[in-house]
């Protein structure tokens, strides 16, 4: 166990409480408890963390509260990781490597006393592999959790689709329940509430009108045509990225160009051949990603100033704007409509209560399986992730397939395997993309 007293740094300051009890150093064991084992410290305590407002320890400058027995409860101020420069929607949408906040108690040891630079590196290995274990099944379960929501709301909301087609009504209860979801989390502190200012919901504006286009339009594919087609359409979303990004100054590595290739070719291919093939449904698929992609980019530019706010917390407020914006025009496409489609969905169904659960399952999985991928992102390196997703989308292709039987051809399998492959050689190529970029960064 790591036994030593550390001597704070001139930068760090520490609180008056501390003082009136003598001023005494922070011992190891207040740090590592009575437990004897590493507190797990969540990645808020640094720069962009979860809560966005609630860190007790940090770099340079930072206030720390400190006790002889341990921290105090209460948080001092708020440090944030200089180095980020990504906006917080950019953090949701992007990969990310957070910095594990279980390394601060031993390099702050190896820092203040240099002879215990080696017991330090030990005691981190040590944890570093006592922990491994539970990482691992802690990111199984995410994964599970992740694939398991998606398949599960691409299932329900095909069946709501096929026996009440009205997707603007279905879009916009989506929304609706993942706007109730999070109030209910920040109500009850199972979320850290956001600080809300008129100038946090005018940056918000741009990307939630096209978070509602991307949404909306993605429903109306899924009403049209079959739910495999519209994913294998979907796939090509990082050929809109590399275009539009491209127009606005970006550059990207040959690799990256050569990547969309596989992904145009096998789109084309998979629309040739599909057997459900509908123009509205594949219009609305490419509309989807056009809307999401320049959600991503809008994001990056309006929500610069506001790096306190984590992903979720950030989907959240998306979700409700969206659906200010969706309900309304819902209303005028669709309203007129859906009592008598209700009807026969009812009739159709046989059961209202079976139509109710269908319409239910597809809203609360729709926002379940965005809040898994956001743990998901905010937990795995970005190969990882890259070939999470990519096995996602090949997982709730085959699921619904089986489950809707949708006939498949030869070559509509052969088009989709490789839109999708070329999804995963692009995730490679802008991994090491971003890869050489921060090297870059460090270097200069």
Request: with cysteine; aromatic share 12%.
């Amino acid at each position: 166990m790591l036994s030593m007293n550390l001597s704070l740094p001139p930068p760090v300051a520490v609180s008056t409480s501390s003082r009136r009890r003598g001023n005494r150093p922070i011992n190891a064991h207040a740090l590592l408890g009575r437990s004897r084992q590493t507190p797990s410290l969540p990645s808020s305590l640094l720069g962009g963390g979860r809560d966005g407002g609630a860190p007790a320890l940090g770099t340079a400058g930072a206030q720390i509260c400190a006790y002889p027995f341990g921290f105090s409860a209460r948080p001092c101020s708020q440090i944030q990781d200089p180095s980020s420069k990504a906006s917080p929607f950019d953090r949701f949408v992007s990969l990310r490597n957070g910095l594990s906040a279980r390394s601060l108690v031993p390099k702050a040891a190896a820092e203040a006393s240099p002879e215990g630079e080696a017991e330090a590196g030990a005691g981190a290995e040590a944890e570093a592999a006592v922990s491994k274990p539970n990482k691992t099944l802690q990111l199984g379960v995410i994964f599970g959790l992740w694939y398991f929501q998606n398949i599960v709301f691409n299932i329900y909301n095909k069946k709501a689709l096929n026996v009440f087609p009205y997707p603007w009504f279905l879009a916009s209860f989506q929304l609706f329940v993942g706007s109730v979801w999070m109030f209910v989390l920040w109500s009850l502190k199972l979320q850290p509430r956001p600080k809300i200012s008129k100038p946090f919901i005018v940056a918000l504006l741009g990307p939630a009108l096209f978070h509602t286009i991307g949404h909306i339009s993605a429903c109306v594919s899924f009403s049209k045509v079959a739910v495999s087609f519209t994913h294998v359409i979907k796939s090509a979303e990082p050929v809109f990225s590399v275009i539009f990004s491209s127009f606005l100054g970006d550059s990207y590595p040959l690799a990256v160009w050569l990547s969309i290739l596989p992904i145009v070719f096998g789109c084309s291919l998979a629309a040739v051949t599909e057997v459900s093939f509908n123009f509205g449904g594949l219009s609305g698929a490419m509309i989807s990603n056009v809307g999401f992609v320049l959600r991503n980019i809008y994001s990056k530019k309006s929500l610069q100033n506001f790096k306190e706010v984590n992903g979720l917390n950030l989907y959240g407020w998306i979700s409700i704007i969206s659906l200010f914006y969706l309900f309304p025009v819902a209303v005028f496409v669709e309203g007129s409509q859906w009592v008598q489609g209700y009807h026969k969905a009812i009739a159709t169904v046989g059961k209202s209560s079976t139509f109710y659960f269908w319409v239910l399952l597809s809203g609360v999985f729709y926002h379940l399986y965005n809040q898994s991928s956001y743990q998901a992102l905010d937990d795995i390196s970005p190969l990882t992730f890259s070939v999470g997703n990519t096995m996602k989308r090949v997982v709730v292709i085959i699921s619904t397939v089986l489950v809707f039987r949708n006939p498949v051809r030869p070559l509509n399998a052969l088009g989709s395997a490789l839109a999708i492959f070329g999804t995963f050689l692009y995730s490679q190529a802008t991994s090491a993309k971003k890869a050489k970029n921060q090297e870059g960064e460090k270097k200069s």
